[in-house]
């Protein structure tokens, strides 16, 4: 049965992004490329991690990942990753401002959903099929979905750092039983740690 | 040579105590067993890691670790851990109440520094020799250490459970490095990660 999944690489002390994310930090002030660098360093030592990051047949985002802008669409816009995105995959992107969808070159369109968590989820459940649907991130957006009990399964791919401030994973998720799937496998850059969440 | 250490039981989102801790609910409300179930249901499984956590020369514990009274002394309260404590080892306890030292049986004696942290750790190594000292807990004591960049080793033993709310460990700490110490191992219950703290 296809399952709801999340991945996000966070800090020892929880936190996914800094502050002030922008163009020029996308993973705001001070981060970098500090959680990410087993991606791009290593990325053969995590190539199963890494495919399994984009192998959902849809994906959900919120806005500001999908964007730097906050407010009315620049049109030009059409997210960070150029002109082919490595989703191949419907896209639903959380806003509160309407914009037609855009399609990307090897299969990623972005649909821009406007009422909400469940409808996005939805939706992207019903584009993915068999498939399992990815909420993709940031912080907030995962926060809320776990929340509302709507991720099976959460995969941390754990930095060695503590950064001490940013956008922090769970929060206002309230208690939530958790349960280990498989065994944490990992580099001296990341610890990658796979959950199921219990109901 | 020997390091500063500390072991801490987590949550995933962590924190490693509720809110509101008393004599009934030492680990605050709502928490329970839920960060130690694998000390008491898998001791054998985590043999080396328990022997680990009490095998240092000396400790250094926050008042609040000792006694669940806050204030004045109660002179009855001799710490939560009965007539031998499993310390075996003199115990430093930061407090701002002085107190005479307190001989347990088993070679644990409880000794009350009112001057601060620093003053603690000195006294700490002095006594433990060549063996290393152990920063016990809790989140307060431990991030006032990490804080002064006063720990070399962090082992972090994480529980499957999202909390939500409590004492959260790297609260105030600011940004630092670390540095993996040999592979994550674990079970069901607990994921052990060893850090180096960098400096």
Known sequence: ??????????????????????????????????LHRWM????EAHK???????????????????S???GEWDLDWTG????????????FVLTHHPREPLTMKGGTTFVFVTDGIEAALA?????????DVAIAGGAQTVNQYLAAGL??????HVAPV????????????????LEPVGTPTGTALVTHLTYRVVR
């Not at 991720?151 to 941390?156: G, V």
């Not at 503590?162 to 039983?177: H, K, W, Y």
């Open 1 to 34: 049965m296809s399952k709801v999944t999340s991945d996000m690489a966070m800090s020892i002390d929880g936190y996914v992004a800094g502050l002030h994310q922008s163009l020029d930090d996308p993973f705001g002030e001070g981060v970098g490329e500090r």
């Open 40 to 43: 791009f360093d290593e990325p």
């Open 48 to 66: 199963a991690v890494l495919d399994g990051i984009v192998a959902a047949g849809a994906f959900v985002m919120g806005r500001n990942m999908f």
């Open 68 to 70: 730097p802008g906050r």
């Open 80 to 91: 960070w990753w150029g002109e082919e995105p490595p989703y191949h995959a419907p896209v």
């Open 123 to 131: 939706a992207a459940r019903e584009a993915a099929g068999d498939r």
């Open 151 to 156: 991720i099976d399964e959460l995969r941390l």
């Open 162 to 177: 503590i950064l001490g401030r940013g956008e922090r994973l769970f929060d206002g998720v309230g208690d939530t039983n």
